[in-house]
């Protein structure tokens, strides 16, 4: 059976393909249409799902999503554009697909799994289930009316300055301020049914308005962290209070909150968590994997789900020599890519790194990425300027899996850089340009059998420097989404002043900005 998974109208659109059982790929529109955070109706996506598996449209026997209007006409216009009519808009299950999209993932026979963000199909804004064997089961939920941790954030990140869409600075920038004592007085969830929110009430300062170049004001910084240690207490206690009552020390977590990955730190500290999963797309993007997902289950397939994260499109050294070929560039065709770029970082050089199936979430893995050499001072600040980004915002390290405890205090793999850990001392010396102001750090770390080729650059860097990993960030401009083609990789090489690019088996390097520049703006 082939299962179309969607999400369509919420933010982040998306696709997720399921053939004869087993999931192929699952992609976000924006990749394809270049409009960061694109919410339209997947078409990009889906042309991609269908080219990449050899399916023609009329052979998907159910599309299955969110969509903002449920009436028959918008039903019909949907089964025009993927061309078959057995379409299914799956009202009340917006938390339900998120649940599935982290548990059905997951190894845990059983697991406690926790969705929290601005507001679900039901009004709801944080869901609890247990996942048991092939079946999860609804606990409780807290409705928007009560609280939405996701809307308190979100008009926080706005009020800070950021606009729509950038809780992720709005997270950076709270390491750098100090909460308030009485933060409990804006809001605060003692348990699913103890909940305290006077935010609406306390908090009506305008927004402030952000500089690029310069750190926010101290009351916006405070404000920032006063409203992190807000969230955090709250989303513990009711981690604490679901354990108190199944006893179960296995976690799943998605929703757009469990993007934050500093609240991820806290909880990963906590003493009777034995092991956590979360969905690396927590946000609505991942929806279209939790309804493909669920559907299959219903359908009497409960198998659990092979988690590729390098889903997206993939390109040969053909088209790769093809889209340079188009730009007064210099290429090189390389015998070791792992082994240039490994050199090329012990130089300080900064790289484009593009290889193999992209990647899917808001993170860079290695197959998309900026790569630096992390042991140089300065070399945030520079790479920040490098991607119009605001100068204080942090990186982060893809590392050795079997060296990273030696340099950071955690206690299970992270191959997904959805977390932050404490880094110690070794790493705050030799990695400071990976290092937050608050001594954490976001890992992700990189295993042979997860990426051999990334695995071997971080390899070869290691073996020239004593420091097991790198520099890793989304190979992108600000306000942009991570390249997805050669074309576009090229294009940032030129924008952002990269001092090179290895995509496939090619060094393509710049020896004329000048001549570039005219060459993109004809």
Not at 464 to 490: D, H, M, R
């Amino acid at each position: 059976m082939n299962i179309l998974g969607l999400n369509s109208n919420n933010e982040n659109s998306s696709a997720a393909l399921i053939k004869d059982g087993s999931l192929c790929n699952f992609v976000q529109e924006e990749r394809f249409s270049r409009i960061k955070y694109d919410n339209s109706f997947p078409r990009r996506s889906i042309q991609y799902l269908l080219e990449n598996n050899q399916l023609e449209r009329a052979e998907l026997d159910l599309s299955i999503g969110s969509f903002e209007s449920r009436n028959k006409k918008t039903k019909y216009c949907i089964s025009t554009r993927i061309g078959q009519r057995k379409i299914l808009a799956w009202d009340g299950f917006h938390h339900q697909a998120h649940a599935a999209s982290a548990y059905r993932f997951s190894s845990f026979k059983k697991a406690n799994i926790l969705v929290i963000d601005a507001c679900g199909d039901n009004r709801d804004s944080i869901t609890f289930f247990v996942g048991d064997g092939d079946r999860m089961h609804k606990i409780w939920d807290v409705k928007i009316d009560q609280i939405s941790l996701g809307m308190i954030y979100k008009d926080a990140t706005t009020k800070a300055g950021f606009g729509k869409n950038h809780e992720g600075k709005f997270m950076g920038l709270s390491s750098y301020g100090k909460a308030s004592r009485d933060y409990k007085d804006i809001f605060y969830i003692e348990s699913h049914q103890e909940i305290h929110n006077c935010y609406a009430e306390k908090i009506r300062k305008k927004a402030a308005k952000s500089n690029l170049y310069k750190m926010p004001a101290r009351g916006v910084i405070d404000f920032s962290a006063t409203i992190q240690k807000c969230l955090e207490r709250s989303v513990i206690n009711l981690i604490k209070e679901i354990h108190r009552l199944t006893k179960i020390g296995d976690f799943c977590f998605a929703g757009g909150i469990f993007l934050n990955s500093k609240l991820l730190g806290e909880i990963d500290r906590l003493h009777f968590i034995n092991d956590i999963f979360v969905q690396p797309n927590a946000g609505d993007a991942g929806l279209a994997i939790g309804y493909a997902m669920e559907m299959t289950a219903r359908f009497g397939n409960t198998k659990r789900f092979r988690f590729n994260v390098y889903s997206g499109p993939s390109f040969l050294d053909s088209a790769i020599w093809q889209a340079a070929k188009k730009f007064p560039v210099t290429i090189k065709r390389l015998s070791d890519p792992a082994g240039m770029a490994a050199n090329l970082l012990e130089r300080n050089c900064f790289i484009g790194w593009f290889q193999d199936g992209m990647e899917w979430g808001p993170r860079a893995l290695g197959n998309r990425s900026i790569l630096a050499n992390p042991s140089i001072k300065g070399n945030n600040i520079r790479l920040n300027n490098v991607k119009g980004r605001e100068l204080w915002r942090p990186f982060a390290p893809s590392i050795l899996e079997e060296h990273a405890s030696d340099w950071v205090d955690l206690h299970r793999p992270s191959p997904y850089m959805t977390t932050c850990f404490f880094a110690k001392a070794n790493m705050r010396k030799r990695g400071c340009a990976v290092v937050h102001v608050d001594g954490t750090t976001r890992v992700q770390t990189v295993s042979f059998s997860q990426n051999s080729l990334y695995y071997s650059l971080i390899k070869n860097f290691y073996k020239k420097t004593g420091i097991p990993f790198v520099l890793n960030t989304s190979f992108n401009y600000q306000g942009e989404p991570i390249v997805c083609s050669p074309q576009e990789a090229i294009m940032d090489l030129i924008r952002m002043r990269i001092d090179a690019l290895i995509a496939g088996n090619y060094l393509i390097t710049v020896t004329s900005w000048n001549a570039c520049l005219k060459h993109m703006n004809k």
